[in-house]
């Protein structure tokens, strides 16, 4: 089966690091884009960037850019989102997805809630 | 970037009706339009790809049609699991936006 898994919920302090995992099974890791997407509390999709894991290739969202980092372990199939200092706005789940043809995210992680707060 | 608005934001209905969600995106995305359906406390799931491709699994009243700017997700005739919120999305070049939503309720 297809799958992605990711990392359990995490409560963090403002000015904290953080890096949030997504470990693909059941396909060719190196072959998929993985894409990350910011849902916070009551509100829409964001998309943020997404990563190609088979070079560490990445693409930022403006509104994103400079605020996260994507990065990717192909030895263990995992790609990760990580924080340098969260921010309490930064509170929100987080999705990772596969891309397949043209960018389309056909399968999802269960999501990580990140709660930000002093 | 490519601004995606959707309408309504809200949508009451009742079982056995049919339904229209509109997508109109700021520019041209030729058929790069893809469908979401979120349920609470759940991921996303892919419905409709392509404007029109219906994923393996997701039932034939759902159907996406659409070109250009102006798309549409339509839901033949409404059943239970089908009140959620529904999404589109442009993946015609990065950043890959949303749409901000549409929140289908139970009369």
Not at chain 1, 75 to 91: F, G, N, Q
Not at chain 2, 40 to 56: N, R, V, W
């Amino acid at each position: 089966e297809v799958q992605l898994m990711q990392s359990g919920a995490e409560v963090k302090k403002p000015g904290d690091s953080l890096k949030i995992s997504c470990k693909g099974s059941g396909y060719s890791f190196t072959n998929y884009w993985i894409g990350w997407v910011r849902q916070m509390p009551g509100k829409g999709l964001e998309w943020m960037g997404i990563i190609n894991p088979g070079d560490s290739e990445t693409r930022y969202s403006p509104s994103f850019q400079g605020q996260v980092t994507f990065s990717v372990d192909k030895s263990i199939s995992t790609a990760y989102l990580h924080w340098s200092s969260l921010k309490a706005s930064d509170t929100a789940m987080f999705y990772c997805a596969r891309l397949t043809y043209q960018d389309t995210s056909d399968i999802w992680g269960q999501g990580t809630m990140v709660t930000v707060s002093s | 970037d490519i601004q995606m608005t959707q309408s309504p934001s809200s949508l009451s209905a009742s079982v056995g009706d049919r339904v229209t969600i509109t997508c109109r995106a700021s520019q041209s995305i030729s058929i790069y339009l893809n469908w979401y359906q979120q349920k609470p406390g759940k991921a996303p799931k892919l419905l409709i790809s392509a404007a029109t491709t219906l994923q393996s699994g997701v039932p034939s009243r759902f159907s996406g049609t659409g070109s250009g700017t102006d798309f549409s997700l339509t839901i033949a005739s409404l059943q239970p699991e089908d009140f959620a919120t529904y999404y589109c999305q442009q993946s015609y070049t990065t950043p890959c936006s949303f749409g901000q939503g549409t929140k289908l309720e139970i009369k």
